[in-house]
């Protein structure tokens, strides 16, 4: 479908490099990746590979020294600062490792904040949530706060926060890097579901070989460049690894 085959995400000849005292590290070093609409992705490659580099310049979060990112062919790098705000806010969802919900807040308050920083009234934003937390499986716990909540539970909240405002990308950052094995597997497959059913792009930046189960597409950095990418029928899986298929 044509749906499938536009480029939501297009990196293009992207470097960045950091300054630590006296030495200059290159983090990415000349990345060129598009990413298809739709899709489930995961960023994979070693500690210190860049993964979270490229993870971080397609959400906004960080600028590339050079080279252009484009979400929806916009050219994030050129955006001031509001700029970047809305459309970090209205156009990206996030997860974290570490789940990032506001401890004192209820789930359905976290859920809600994202879209009253959009403009929505409360009644709505409200309806909304409840909506959202049933959406995840904790449609029973929307007035209990993280202390409260399992870890596997407070990653759900984390994904309706990100849910709020009907992004078209959802980025996580290695969602499932907190949790027990069958609990990551449930926040696994929770997110395909969503990807799936809400046509969201979901990109991941991950160790867990798990994600290539679900994975439509995996990006492979090494060193600061892209190694390779691989369609899910060119990825054989295996229990405990992946063998690559001759």
């Known amino acids: 479908m044509e ?3 536009k480029k939501i995400v297009r990196v293009v000849d992207v470097t960045k490099s950091f300054r630590m005292g006296k030495v200059t590290v290159e983090a990415l070093k000349g990345v060129d990746v598009e990413i298809p609409t739709g899709y489930y992705i995961s960023i994979m490659g070693p500690s210190g590979s860049g993964k979270s580099t490229l993870f971080n310049m397609i959400g906004g979060l960080d600028k590339p020294t050079t080279g252009k990112v484009f979400i929806e062919d916009v050219d994030i790098a050129q955006l001031d600062a509001y700029e970047l705000a809305w459309l970090r806010c209205r156009k990206i969802g996030y997860i974290f490792q570490t789940f990032n919900i506001i401890q004192v807040m209820t789930a359905l308050e976290n859920v809600t904040l994202p879209m ?9 934003a409200v ?6 937390l049933d959406l995840v499986g904790l449609g029973d716990r929307f007035q209990h706060k993280p202390f409260e909540l399992s870890g596997g539970q407070q990653q759900r909240v984390a994904i309706a926060r990100a849910l709020a405002n009907d992004p078209s990308i959802i980025l996580a950052d290695e969602p499932t890097g907190n949790l027990d094995l069958s609990t990551g597997e449930e926040i696994i ?5 969503l990807s799936r059913e809400r046509m ?3 990109i991941s930046a991950t160790h867990d070989f798990k994600m290539l189960n679900v994975s439509d597409q995996v ?11 691989e369609d899910r029928d060119e990825l054989s899986i295996s229990v405990g690894g992946i063998d690559e298929k001759a």
């Open 127 to 132: 309806e909304k949530g409840i909506q959202l």
């Open 3 to 5: 749906e499938e085959t």
């Open 219 to 229: 990006i492979w950095i090494r060193d600061g460049r892209i190694d390779k990418v």
């Open 189 to 193: 497959s929770l997110l395909k579901r």
């Open 200 to 202: 969201v792009t979901v």
């Open 116 to 124: 009253v920083f959009a403009g929505m009234n409360n009644d709505e």
